[in-house]
């Protein structure tokens, strides 16, 4: 079983930064990727961008060049890196870790852009 706790969410204005952390506890052996997904309201959910345990990255479309996702000294935990926001950024964004096997996702945390 693994367990992931996201931090660093909050209300930014449009141009400002944000960096947000995914840790993951428990049985983390066997990691295969990490990854940040947001979903806004009325949306469907997006890929923003994933690490894999080589460290190669892929990022969505619309955050390229303003995103990046890198891996911490603990190879379970993954941050983001958001510059340039902007208001369409807005949306609650989720970490997402695979094996091999099974997939799991942590709780969420709300990114605000607005004015």
């Known amino acids: 079983q693994v367990r992931l706790v996201e931090s660093g969410g909050g209300l930014v204005q449009p141009g400002g930064s944000l960096r947000l952390s995914c840790a993951a506890s428990?049985?983390?052996?066997?990691?295969?990727?990490m990854a940040w997904y947001r979903q806004a309201p009325g949306k469907q959910r997006e890929l923003v961008a994933v690490?894999?345990?080589?460290?190669?990255?892929n990022y969505g479309d619309s955050v390229k060049g303003r995103f990046t996702i890198s891996r911490g000294d603990a190879k379970s935990t993954v941050h983001l890196q958001m510059n340039s926001l902007k208001p369409e950024d807005t949306a609650v964004y989720s970490c997402k870790l695979e094996t091999w096997f099974v997939a799991y996702w942590g709780q969420g945390t709300q990114v605000t852009v607005s004015s």
């Open positions: 428990g049985n983390t052996l066997s990691i295969r990727t």
């Open positions: 690490i894999d345990t080589g460290g190669s990255t």
